[in-house]
Protein backbone atom coordinates (compact mmCIF):
# COMPACT_ATOMS: atom_id res chain seq x y z
CA UNK A 1 0.00 0.00 0.00
CA UNK A 2 0.81 3.49 -0.67
CA UNK A 3 0.28 6.59 1.57
CA UNK A 4 -0.12 10.27 0.22
CA UNK A 5 -0.56 13.13 2.23
CA UNK A 6 -0.73 16.49 0.64
CA UNK A 7 0.22 19.76 2.33
CA UNK A 8 0.33 23.44 1.72
CA UNK A 9 -3.18 24.82 0.08
CA UNK A 10 -4.90 27.89 1.39
CA UNK A 11 -6.41 30.90 0.69
CA UNK A 12 -4.32 33.17 -1.62
CA UNK A 13 -5.08 36.63 -3.86
CA UNK A 14 -5.39 36.46 -7.30
CA UNK A 15 -1.35 36.79 -8.65
CA UNK A 16 0.18 35.10 -5.38
CA UNK A 17 1.68 31.57 -5.66
CA UNK A 18 1.48 28.34 -3.51
CA UNK A 19 3.73 25.14 -3.19
CA UNK A 20 1.86 22.32 -2.23
CA UNK A 21 3.93 19.25 -1.21
CA UNK A 22 2.86 15.23 -1.28
CA UNK A 23 4.41 13.09 0.62
CA UNK A 24 4.46 9.41 -0.50
CA UNK A 25 4.90 6.13 2.10
CA UNK A 26 4.66 2.45 2.16
CA UNK A 27 6.03 0.69 -0.58
CA UNK A 28 9.03 1.61 -2.80
CA UNK A 29 7.70 2.18 -6.85
CA UNK A 30 10.51 0.24 -9.34
CA UNK A 31 8.90 3.54 -11.63
CA UNK A 32 6.39 5.41 -11.09
CA UNK A 33 3.70 7.94 -12.02
CA UNK A 34 3.19 11.06 -9.39
CA UNK A 35 0.46 13.35 -10.49
CA UNK A 36 -1.75 16.12 -9.38
CA UNK A 37 -5.10 16.45 -10.19
CA UNK A 38 -7.93 19.18 -8.99
CA UNK A 39 -11.46 19.57 -8.53
CA UNK A 40 -13.63 22.17 -7.97
CA UNK A 41 -17.09 22.53 -6.91
CA UNK A 42 -19.74 20.66 -9.46
CA UNK A 43 -16.65 20.05 -11.72
CA UNK A 44 -15.06 16.52 -12.81
CA UNK A 45 -11.80 16.19 -11.46
CA UNK A 46 -9.12 17.12 -13.86
CA UNK A 47 -5.88 16.62 -14.77
CA UNK A 48 -3.29 19.45 -13.86
CA UNK A 49 0.64 17.92 -13.92
CA UNK A 50 2.62 15.02 -13.42
CA UNK A 51 5.81 13.81 -13.54
CA UNK A 52 6.42 10.28 -14.55
CA UNK A 53 9.77 8.08 -13.81
CA UNK A 54 12.96 9.57 -15.51
CA UNK A 55 11.42 13.24 -15.07
CA UNK A 56 8.82 13.27 -18.22
CA UNK A 57 6.31 15.67 -17.17
CA UNK A 58 2.94 16.88 -18.82
CA UNK A 59 0.99 20.07 -17.77
CA UNK A 60 -2.69 20.66 -18.75
CA UNK A 61 -2.63 23.68 -20.59
CA UNK A 62 -4.17 26.19 -18.55
CA UNK A 63 -1.48 25.82 -16.21
CA UNK A 64 1.00 25.84 -18.45
CA UNK A 65 3.67 28.32 -17.69
CA UNK A 66 2.90 29.42 -14.19
CA UNK A 67 2.69 25.67 -12.55
CA UNK A 68 5.82 23.20 -12.14
CA UNK A 69 5.58 19.61 -10.84
CA UNK A 70 9.06 17.98 -9.44
CA UNK A 71 10.01 15.91 -6.97
CA UNK A 72 12.53 14.90 -4.47
CA UNK A 73 13.17 11.12 -4.43
CA UNK A 74 15.43 11.64 -0.96
CA UNK A 75 12.46 12.42 0.60
CA UNK A 76 9.73 10.67 -1.43
CA UNK A 77 7.88 14.18 -2.11
CA UNK A 78 6.38 15.45 -5.29
CA UNK A 79 5.60 19.31 -5.24
CA UNK A 80 3.99 21.56 -7.11
CA UNK A 81 4.77 24.99 -7.75
CA UNK A 82 1.95 27.09 -8.61
CA UNK A 83 2.71 31.14 -9.45
CA UNK A 84 0.16 33.78 -10.96
CA UNK A 85 -2.91 32.20 -9.42
CA UNK A 86 -6.23 33.11 -10.47
CA UNK A 87 -9.20 32.70 -9.48
CA UNK A 88 -10.25 29.56 -11.44
CA UNK A 89 -7.71 27.96 -10.04
CA UNK A 90 -9.67 27.43 -6.96
CA UNK A 91 -10.27 24.18 -6.08
CA UNK A 92 -9.63 21.02 -4.44
CA UNK A 93 -6.08 19.58 -5.56
CA UNK A 94 -5.38 15.65 -5.12
CA UNK A 95 -2.00 13.84 -5.04
CA UNK A 96 -2.25 10.93 -7.04
CA UNK A 97 1.03 7.83 -7.64
CA UNK A 98 0.74 4.39 -9.51
CA UNK A 99 3.16 2.04 -11.51
CA UNK A 100 4.59 3.91 -14.79
CA UNK A 101 4.35 1.24 -17.30
CA UNK A 102 4.70 3.67 -20.59
CA UNK A 103 1.60 2.84 -21.85
CA UNK A 104 -0.24 5.71 -21.36
CA UNK A 105 -0.01 9.76 -20.99
CA UNK A 106 -1.13 9.44 -17.09
CA UNK A 107 -3.36 12.12 -17.69
CA UNK A 108 -6.79 10.28 -16.80
CA UNK A 109 -7.80 9.92 -12.88
CA UNK A 110 -8.32 6.05 -13.71
CA UNK A 111 -5.14 5.50 -14.40
CA UNK A 112 -3.86 5.73 -10.69
CA UNK A 113 -3.90 3.60 -8.14
CA UNK A 114 -2.88 5.63 -5.05
CA UNK A 115 -4.74 9.10 -3.90
CA UNK A 116 -4.17 11.54 -0.97
CA UNK A 117 -7.12 12.85 1.12
CA UNK A 118 -6.64 16.30 -0.91
CA UNK A 119 -5.96 19.78 -0.35
CA UNK A 120 -8.03 23.05 -0.62
CA UNK A 121 -6.66 26.26 -2.95
CA UNK A 122 -9.02 29.14 -3.07
CA UNK A 123 -7.52 32.22 -4.96
CA UNK A 124 -9.75 35.46 -4.09
CA UNK A 125 -9.93 37.66 -7.19
Known amino acids: QVQLVESGGGLVQAGASLRLSCAASGRTFRRYVMGWFRQAPGKEREFVARNAWGGATSYTDSVKGRFTISGDNTKNTVYLQMNSLKPEDTAVYYC???????????????????WGQGTQVTVSS
Open 96 to 114: AATDYSGAYTYTSPDKYAY
